[in-house]
């Protein structure tokens, strides 16, 4: 079932009973299947949070994507299912074997085994002027990623951000936190939504973006 409100390539699909969101690939983590199509969890992803949840990702299908937190390849397979190039950074090294099985499969896919709190060590490998920044990395000073990594995008890029008030502070209040990620974010972005994750993840607000 079409939805304009999703890339080509993402579709809402009957599975095992229930209509949800799809990519057409093999299966990574042991998610439903049914012609081809593998059903993509919300509640296994922030990005396909925001997508269920309706925000404007401005993703079309086929963009050039530098994927930050990859882990071990959830989320980042459902996207190079339907985007073009897409670099995968995750720092831990246990995570990087289950994400080069899961690009085993996909020729868009490629896992970098590297920190996303320094681009400058996978520079030479990223292509300029990426399309779309997607990241998901629980570690302090989400939006300083962000904002060191801007350099990658292009100037019409979009950042899809999720960010986890508990990787911050444990103690502070959520709101707090936010509020403050968001002041970081405005040094190299301006910000065009953000919406609370809470109803698949909790203490989490999505955040979509474009460089400034």
Known sequence: MSDPALPNGVERREIDGETRLATRGEP???????????AW?????????????????GLTGGESVLYL??????????????????????FAPRPVRDLLDAAASRDRLFPLLKDARKPSTYA????????????DVATRGQATVAVRNARFLADDGQLLLAIK??????????????????NRLGDAYEV???????RFHEDHLGVVATPK
């Open 192 to 198: 065009l939504e953000t919406r609370r994750l809470d």
């Open 165 to 182: 008030a508990r990787s911050e502070d444990v103690t502070a209040e959520p709101d707090e936190v936010f509020d403050d990620a968001l």
């Open 69 to 90: 937190g990859a882990a071990s390849g959830t989320t980042v397979s459902h996207v190079a299912d339907f985007a073009g190039p897409t670099y995968a950074v995750e």
């Open 28 to 38: 990574v983590y042991g998610e439903p299947t049914e012609d081809g199509w593998r």
């Open 41 to 57: 969890d919300p509640r296994r992803s922030k990005l396909g949070g925001m997508l269920e949840l309706g925000f404007d990702t």
């Open 124 to 135: 030479h490998v990223v292509e300029a002027d990426v399309d779309v920044l997607v990241q």
